[in-house]
Every structure is written in structure tokens, then in C-alpha cells.
């Protein structure tokens, strides 16, 4: 979709715009890559174990507190429908993708059905999970701190987009390297939709979404969804999984793996030389009338 006010995805600015389509095409292939937005479950680190420990840590508080309410969740499983009614709730209210609100509905639920008031339970079990949700220290791939302050250091910006609702204020080490930070909560919508692409390239004020480069898990909500804006993308495949379709620009196994120079990260991407494209694209801009180069 074209947000109001936007030219589309992929749309060159308007004061680059040419009719020579050669021009165009050599401008997008050559624009260097400034910004790297990443995705953070099972791309920074490893989700399920940080998932499972956070879902045990709301299980014990709630066993110790309101044990009333643990005859109707005696497993994961059990609050896993309480959570899925809820995630149909929330998504009739056009906010599927705020997990926070979700996990809270279904907590309210379980103290219905329990006759406890949710205005006990609600905010203090929430609690006891997303503490435990945003410990992600020990669950970082290897390498991806080190690889993730190298390119910092470069001079890219850094930027992390995620679906979801992780705060990296508890994680020091990875706060401090990204400039912006963004959740679906936060933006109003979750990948891929268009709308939080939009927002990195609002935040970043880049000339054109190719200057970014989107590296995350999913082939559907990361490389689909910023391909739709015309972003670069790398696709971080660990598992080494067959999808001759993914459309991603590069697939690497691990964060840890990508290029830390711009030159390195536009030839991994299979870019041409800019040196030379750019003498080009200046060759056939002479040869246009001024005021539509």
C-alpha cells in the first residue's frame, strides 16, 4: 500500500526522479547501505528458552498468590487457549498486535473463570512475565554482540524491529547499540505490514528505503514485509532451511556472519561497483533535459 503523503515503495525522491529508466535502475543498485534494522526473537537471540522461563515464572506467581486460578491453567497448554481466545478478542478490536494487551485479556479471563478480581491479578502476573521476558542476555546467539558493535562502529546505524514486546533497557549490552528501537506495540501495527518499515525510514530520514537493509528470521514478516517498501533485505536462516523463494538480497546463517564494511556489505548483496555505475548514471543525466534529471 502508498501511505498518504509517500510516493510508494521503492519510489525514487522527487529530486532524483528521472524518465531514463537505466538512470533509476544504476541509482537504487548503488545507493549505499546506511541504515541495518533488525528483527530480535530468534535473530539477536534464542526465543523459546526465554519464552518458556518467562511463561514458568508467571505460573509460579500465580501458584504462590492466587492458587485458585492454577486449577483452571495446571499447564502451558491450558493457558495457551485462555491466550488464543484472547488473541481473537483483541483482534476484533483491530489490535492483534499488541501481545502485551493479549497476555493481559487472558489473565483476566483465568480470574473470571476462577472468581478472582482481575483487578488483584492482572498487572502483578503480567509482571512476573515480562520481567522474565526481557532477560535475553544469556540467550544471545554467539557472536552477535561483538559483530553488532563492529558495525556500529563502521558507521552504520543501527536499528531494532520487532513484533514483539521485548525492552532492551534490561539487556545493557544490546540498548546501547541501537539507535532506535521499535515494537509493533509501539508503532500501531506488526510485520509486515508496511507501517513499521515506514516508521525506520521516517526515524533514520533516509533518501530512498534501499539505503536500509532489513535482516531478520522470517521470509513472511521480515524479508517480505520490508521488500514491500523497498528495502534490502538478508535473511538469517540457522536452521539452513530450502526456500528457493525467499527473495532475500543475502542469507546468512547468523547475525555474527554479516560483512562490517559498507563496500563488503553492498558486494555481499550483489551490488555493482559504485564507482563505475555512478560515472554512468552521470553520463546518461547529461543527456537529459535539466529539469527532469
Wanted: glycine letters at 6%.
Amino acid at each position: 500500500r502508498t501511505r498518504r503523503g509517500r510516493r510508494g515503495p521503492g519510489a525514487e525522491p522527487e529530486a532524483g526522479r528521472s524518465r531514463s529508466g537505466r538512470t533509476r535502475a544504476v541509482t537504487m543498485a548503488t545507493r549505499p547501505v546506511r541504515v541495518l534494522s533488525f528483527d530480535l526473537d530468534d535473530t539477536i537471540w534464542h526465543c523459546a528458552p526465554v519464552l518458556s522461563r518467562a511463561a514458568r515464572k508467571q505460573h509460579e506467581y500465580l501458584r504462590e498468590h492466587f492458587p485458585e486460578m492454577i486449577a483452571h491453567i495446571p499447564n502451558e497448554k491450558a493457558f495457551s487457549e485462555y491466550f488464543s481466545a484472547a488473541r481473537e478478542e483483541v483482534g476484533r478490536e483491530q489490535r492483534g498486535f499488541d501481545l502485551t494487551l493479549t497476555r493481559k485479556r487472558a489473565i483476566e479471563r483465568i480470574a473470571r473463570t476462577a472468581g478472582v478480581d482481575p483487578k488483584l491479578v492482572v498487572e502483578s502476573a503480567y509482571q512476573a512475565f515480562i520481567t522474565e521476558r526481557c532477560r535475553v542476555a544469556d540467550h544471545i546467539f554467539e557472536g552477535v554482540v561483538a559483530r553488532l558493535k563492529e558495525l556500529r562502529d563502521a558507521g552504520f546505524t543501527l536499528v531494532s524491529l520487532t513484533n514483539g514486546n521485548c525492552d532492551l533497557s534490561h539487556t545493557p549490552e544490546l540498548h546501547e547499540l541501537f539507535e532506535h528501537q521499535l515494537t509493533a506495540e509501539g508503532v500501531g501495527a506488526a510485520k509486515p505490514d508496511p507501517e513499521p518499515f515506514y516508521k525506520v525510514i521516517e526515524l533514520t530520514k533516509v533518501d530512498h528505503p534501499s539505503e536500509i537493509c532489513h535482516i531478520g528470521d522470517s521470509i513472511y514478516s521480515d524479508i517480505g514485509g520490508a521488500r514491500s517498501v523497498g528495502m534490502r533485505t538478508i535473511w538469517v536462516n540457522r536452521s539452513g532451511a530450502e526456500a528457493a523463494e525467499h527473495g532475500a538480497d543475502l542469507v546468512v546463517r547468523c547475525v555474527a556472519d554479516l560483512p562490517t564494511t559498507v563496500e563488503e556489505l553492498m558486494k555481499a548483496l550483489g551490488c555493482s561497483n559504485a564507482a563505475s555505475t555512478n560515472a554512468d548514471a552521470a553520463k546518461d543525466n547529461d543527456a537529459l533535459p535539466a529539469e527532469i534529471t
